[in-house]
């Protein structure tokens, strides 16, 4: 019974986590924590946009709220927003730039090529960006792209220091999945001195902004 109880409580929070990410969207939410208490269930969200969030004299918020209360049944929901200062650190944030940048028409390898820089210049000390499907002309076969900097351990204890997302665009030859790894800045890995110079390949050192078309997103 114990056990029944402790996986429903597991699959609410990941259905709760998923209507919050579709809900607010436009919000572009980075990270989302939920933590249950006796007396409350504490929701914090990082986002870009806290205003879009919390809304004109909190009406937002408050609505988000009673929608936990009545569809999720969440005791007494406290919902905390957060603003994100470091966009390019998110690889949740990241991710959803690549996908609309590449439903924009853009160019996938000049995409990942920017924002792999964008990374690295906001102080990560390695980043990868992997994206996968049908890239290119309709009917052409799936394919992986990857390109990568500074360090990103691929096995063992050390990819638990890692913040990772994957995140899916929809294009007209199909889904293309973007999966994005970062290493935080002062991450502190057993195996690598991460003091030492990170130096960028030629190819991302020289990639140019992207131009928007649409607005800025």
């Not at 996986?7 to 249950?36: C, H, P, T, V």
């Not at 996968?132 to 638990?160: D, M, Q």
Request: charged share 30%.
């Amino acid at each position: 019974m114990i056990e029944k109880k402790f996986i429903d409580s597991e699959i609410e929070k990941y259905k709760i986590m998923k209507f919050l990410e579709k809900s607010l969207g436009q919000a572009w939410i980075a990270n989302i924590d939920i933590q249950r208490t006796p007396l409350a269930t504490r929701i914090t969200l990082e986002t870009l946009s806290p205003g879009k969030i919390i809304g004109r004299k909190g009406k937002s918020i408050n609505r988000l709220t009673e929608t936990l209360k009545k569809e999720f049944n969440v005791e007494n929901p406290q919902i905390n927003v957060a603003e994100v200062t470091q966009p390019y650190l998110e690889p949740r944030i990241v991710a959803k730039k690549a996908c609309k940048y590449i439903e924009m028409g853009k160019k996938v390898r000049a995409v990942m090529h920017y924002l792999l820089k964008e990374i690295m210049d906001a102080g990560a000390l390695g980043a990868e960006i992997v994206a996968s499907g049908k890239i290119g002309a309709k009917g052409a076969r799936a394919k992986t792209l990857r390109v990568c900097a500074g360090y990103i351990p691929k096995a063992g204890e050390p990819l638990h220091l890692l913040k990772r997302a994957h995140i899916s665009a929809n294009t007209k030859s199909g889904i293309i999945g973007v999966l994005v790894r970062i290493a935080p800045p002062g991450t502190k890995f057993p195996d690598k001195d991460t003091a030492e110079k990170i130096d960028l390949p030629k190819v991302v050192e020289n990639a140019k902004e992207i131009e928007r078309r649409g607005g800025e997103i």
